[in-house]
């Protein structure tokens, strides 16, 4: 199985907006509402942002969040804040009972 | 509170064997997939597999199929991802992480093992 293909990199200003698209097919993307979203700081274990397309986990703020639209998931940072630069990895369920990663997409707060 | 607490750090020689440990704490260790994601210096995350310790039902990634194996031990709350023969391009940190389910919402991470491989 291929990884998910996520752009390398997106920035944007304090307070804007930014998405983050997460690329597979109909064999785990497209075909499961089991899309997840982690988010990771340098030198720090992941974080769970959103599981399940488009949930929040308790304690995550609701400036983050998540859809889907065919074999595309998408997240959604609103309100850009300093904190959030960081790399954020999309996940999916796939046709084989198994996981697979984005590549992942380097945030940069301008 | 719940807790990953994964064993510390290798540096092993090409060829040898290796098997880390994840101990999980705080909720009921057999009720909840446990994965292994691989992360080599400066890339990004990689789904390895995961294992139902209720029942020791096991799926791996292809990629990694015949590579490591995974297991646990419910006795003692414990995961573990073993290598028969080390080979320099396993050098990577290795997390584990809770999942209440296959379809992979990981809830819960270790703190990562860092492995090591050079002759």
């Known amino acids: 199985q291929s990884a998910l293909t996520q752009p390398a990199s997106v920035s944007g200003s304090p307070g804007q907006s930014i998405t983050i698209s997460c690329t597979g097919t109909s064999s785990d993307v497209g075909g499961y509402n089991y899309v997840s979203w982690y988010q990771q700081h340098p030198g720090k274990a992941p974080k769970l942002m959103i599981y399940d397309v488009s949930n929040r986990p308790s304690g995550v703020s609701n400036r983050f969040s998540g859809s889907k639209s065919g074999n595309t998931a998408s997240l959604t940072i609103s309100g850009l804040q300093a904190e959030d630069e960081a790399d954020y990895y999309c996940s999916s369920y796939t046709s084989s009972s198994t996981a697979v990663f984005g590549g992942g997409t380097q945030l940069t707060v301008l | 509170e719940v807790q990953l607490v994964q064993s510390g750090a290798e540096v092993k020689k090409p060829g040898e064997s290796l098997k880390i440990s994840c101990k999980g704490s705080g909720y009921s260790f057999t009720s909840y997939w446990i994965g292994w994601v691989r992360q080599m210096p400066g890339k990004g995350l990689e789904w390895m597999g995961i294992?139902?310790?209720?029942?020791?039902?096991?799926r791996y990634s292809p990629s990694f199929q015949g590579q490591v194996t995974i297991s646990a031990d419910k006795s003692i709350s414990t995961a573990y991802l073993q290598w028969s023969s080390l080979k320099a391009s396993d050098t990577a940190m290795y997390y584990c992480?809770?999942?209440?389910?296959?379809?992979?919402?990981?809830?819960?991470w270790g703190q990562g093992t860092l492995v090591t491989v050079s002759s």
């Open positions: 294992i139902y310790p209720g029942d020791s039902d096991t």
């Open positions: 992480a809770r999942s209440i389910a296959v379809a992979g919402r990981y809830d819960y």
